[in-house]
C-alpha cells in the first residue's frame, strides 16, 4: 500500500481532481505504508553525531541545489508552495524537490551512500525504514542543538542514537481511521470491534499489509499491548486473533483508492482508511465519514533523514529546522489534513482545525511498534500470508 497523494483544504482544486483521479484507480494518500509510520526511538544508533561523508565545505548552488525527495503527487505540489518556496525565499538556498520513495529501499540506498553517490541529500521516511537505514549507517546523525525548534517538536518524533544524536526529525504525521459509508449506514462507525462483529460480514475492508496496524490494534485491544508481542509464539496467537476478522472483511485491499472506490460505489460500508484523505473527499461532498476509533486511531508519521553522503549537512539541518517552525507546520497541516509534528501550544491553529486534523491528540493513538516489524520481519511476513490471506 502506497501512499503518494495528499489532502487539501476545500479550496484547493488540484487536491479534488487528484481524489476524482485516484477515485477511479490511481494510488491516493500520503505515506508510505510499506511500513506505517512514526518512531519511537531508542532504537540502537552508531555513535553520536557525524559530520557526513561529504565536504560540506561549500554550500548548494543553482547548478548543485539541496536535493529533498518527499512523496509525489499534489502532495509534492503542497510542499513545494507551503515549504520549499518559502525556504529557498528566506534563506537564499536553491532546493530541487522531487516526489518519490527512495527511503522505502534503505539497504538500495547503502551502496550509493557508501558511494558518495546517492542521489538525493534529504529524504523523508517512514518509521521501519528509518530505523533500517539507521541500522544500516546511512543517515547523518547531529545535535539536536542545531535545530533551533527541537523543543517544540512532539517527544517521540526527534528520535536519537543512545549517544542522544538526532536521527530524525518529524515531518508530519497522519491517521488511519474507520471511515464510513454514511449512505449505507445510519450512524457511522466509532469501534475497531466491528472487525470481529458477526453483524458486519462481508461488508468491510482493510489494507493487505502486515504492518498497516491492525497487529497492533488487536494486542492492544485484546491483549497487553506490545507486552502481546515479544515473542514469535506471541504474535501468533494475537495473529489468531485477527483471523477472527476475515469473515467481515470483504477487501482485503494493496492501494488505498481501492478502498475509497469500495466505499463510493457502496460495495462495503466501513473501511479502515486514511484520515487526510477522507476529509478530503468529505468536503467534496463524498458519502463518507471518518471517525476517531474509540480505542484509538492508528498515528504514523514521516521523518527527514539526511544522506550520510551529503555534501550539505548544514543547509539539510536548516530545511529541516524551517519545516519544524510552527507557522510552517500549520499552514502544512491546514493544507494537507496532515497531523503537525510540534506541541499543540506551539501552533496557533483553532480548536476546530486541531481536533479535525489531529482528532483527540496524540496521547489517544496507538502507534505501531516498529521494531516488531523489522526485528521479526520474515516471520510477520510469512504468517500473515498463511494465516490471514490464505
Given at each position: 500500500?502506497?501512499?503518494d ?32 509510520g ?14 557526513g ?61 557508501q ?49 542522544g ?29 466491528v ?8 461488508s ?15 494486542a ?19 495473529l ?21 472506490q ?49 555534501d ?22 491546514e ?56
Amino acid at each position: 500500500m502506497s501512499r503518494d497523494g495528499a489532502s487539501n483544504i476545500a479550496k484547493n482544486t488540484s487536491r479534488r481532481n487528484f481524489i476524482k483521479i485516484a477515485s477511479v484507480g490511481a494510488t491516493a494518500g500520503l505515506a508510505g505504508c510499506s511500513t506505517s509510520g512514526s518512531g519511537d526511538g531508542g532504537e540502537s544508533g552508531d555513535g553520536g553525531a557525524t559530520t557526513g561523508t561529504g565536504s560540506g565545505s561549500s554550500g548548494p548552488s543553482e547548478s548543485s541545489p539541496l536535493s529533498v525527495e518527499f512523496f509525489g503527487g499534489v502532495f509534492k505540489d503542497v510542499l513545494d508552495e507551503h515549504l520549499v518556496a518559502p525556504f529557498e525565499e528566506e534563506t537564499g538556498i536553491p532546493v530541487e524537490s522531487s516526489g518519490g520513495t527512495s527511503a522505502s529501499e534503505p539497504v538500495q540506498l547503502q551502496s550509493a551512500v557508501q558511494a558518495g553517490e546517492a542521489p538525493i541529500d534529504l529524504v523523508v521516511a517512514t518509521p521501519v525504514n528509518r530505523i533500517r537505514g539507521q541500522r544500516l549507517g546511512i543517515w547523518h546523525n547531529y545535535d539536536a542543538g542545531q535545530l533551533d525548534n527541537s523543543d517544540v517538536v512532539l517527544d517521540d518524533l526527534l528520535p536519537k542514537t543512545d549517544d542522544g544524536a538526532v536521527v530524525g526529525a518529524g515531518a508530519f504525521g497522519w491517521f488511519a481511521t474507520l471511515v464510513s459509508q454514511t449512505d449505507l449506514l445510519d450512524e457511522p462507525l466509532d469501534s475497531w470491534s466491528v472487525f470481529w462483529d458477526e453483524e458486519y460480514e462481508g461488508s468491510l475492508a482493510l489494507s493487505n499489509s502486515e504492518r498497516a496496524g491492525i497487529l497492533d490494534v488487536t494486542a492492544e485491544m485484546f491483549f497487553d499491548g506490545r507486552d502481546s508481542l515479544q515473542s514469535e509464539e506471541e504474535i501468533t496467537e494475537v495473529l489468531e486473533k485477527v483471523q477472527e476478522i476475515k469473515s467481515q472483511v470483504s477487501l482485503w485491499y494493496d492501494g488505498e483508492a481501492e478502498a475509497q472506490q469500495a466505499l463510493l460505489d457502496e460495495n462495503i460500508e466501513a473501511s479502515w482508511l486514511f484520515h487526510d484523505v477522507t476529509l478530503v473527499m468529505e468536503d467534496n461532498g463524498e458519502p463518507v465519514e471518518s471517525v476517531f476509533p474509540q480505542e484509538g486511531a492508528v498515528q504514523n508519521d514521516g521523518a527527514w533523514v539526511i544522506l550520510d553522503s551529503t555534501d550539505y549537512p548544514d543547509a539539510a539541518i536548516d530545511f529541516i529546522d524551517f519545516s519544524l517552525r510552527p507557522e510552517v507546520q500549520q499552514n502544512i497541516s491546514e493544507n494537507l489534513f496532515t497531523a503537525p509534528v510540534i506541541e499543540e501550544s506551539a501552533l496557533e491553529m483553532s480548536d476546530d482545525t486541531y481536533s479535525r486534523v489531529y482528532g483527540p491528540g496524540p496521547d489517544e493513538a496507538i502507534r505501531p511498534f516498529y521494531e516488531m516489524y523489522l526485528d521479526r520481519e520474515e516471520f510477520l511476513s510469512q504468517k500473515w500470508r498463511e494465516m490471514i490471506l490464505s
